[in-house]
């Protein structure tokens, strides 16, 4: 199976500010990566998939990048609704998942 | 406005078995790929499952093969997971996932239902 190794693995950030979240493959993946924000008790919700493509409803401070192995999530001036858990997922083989990334607000 | 209500979790014992089942509403429910993830509690998520549009392609995580079975019923606008020989290990919640394609090939889970939690206990 691939592997994803999300960092950091918490984060702690202001409203207003920029953060990035990091996603590495085990092997090259193409463009096959997806980003689920997930709140307490709730289930994930889709925000970007294919590496860069923003899912409808999501806002446009939501991007994604990268390709092969590394990619990454930026979330530019940070709302109060953002503060959740990140995780990222190739759809390149069997789905897996990174361990997740929490953003906490500092 | 695409909607999936999973239900039949619960407490169990080990070893024994349960019937989840999710009914989709808001698209075309046997056009699209669907699946089965869970979350163990205070965990990340794990992928369990997914089946075709037809019902003809499974796909099983290695920690469940043989002892879950995917399947739905297009007619019912439901998908299932029936687990058998349960351990204590299978406690999650699990949450049914709508895919973008007919067919499992590049999964992606567009939509999510609310979970439904399954605990494994004596």
């Known amino acids: 199976d691939i592997q994803l190794t999300q960092s950091p693995s918490s984060l702690s950030a202001s409203v207003g500010d920029r953060v990035t979240i990091a996603c590495r493959a085990s092997q090259s993946i193409s463009s096959y990566l997806n980003w689920y924000q997930q709140k307490p008790g709730k289930a994930p919700k889709l925000l970007i998939f294919?590496?860069?493509s923003l899912q409808s409803g999501v806002p446009s401070r939501f991007t994604g990048s990268g390709s092969g192995t590394d990619f990454t999530l930026a979330i530019s001036s940070l709302q109060p609704e953002d503060f959740a858990t990140y995780y990222c997922?190739?759809?390149?083989?069997?789905?897996?998942f990174g361990l997740g990334t929490r953003l906490e607000t500092k | 406005e695409v909607q999936l209500l999973e239900s039949g979790g619960g407490l169990v014992q080990p070893g024994g078995s349960l019937r989840l089942s999710c009914a989709a509403s808001g698209f075309t429910f046997s056009s699209y790929a669907m699946s089965w993830v869970r979350q163990a509690p205070g965990k990340g998520l794990e992928w369990v499952s997914s089946?075709?549009?037809?019902?003809?392609?499974?796909y099983y995580a290695d920690s469940v093969k043989g002892r879950f079975t995917i399947s739905r019923d297009n007619s019912k606008n439901t998908l299932y997971l029936q687990m058998n020989s349960l351990r204590a290990d299978d406690t999650a919640v699990y949450y049914c996932a709508k895919d973008g394609l007919y067919d499992p090939i590049v999964i992606i889970f567009y939509y999510w239902g609310q979970g439904t939690l399954v605990t494994v206990s004596s």
């Open positions: 294919s590496a860069s």
């Open positions: 997922q190739q759809s390149f083989s069997t789905p897996t």
């Open positions: 089946i075709s549009g037809s019902g003809t392609l499974t």
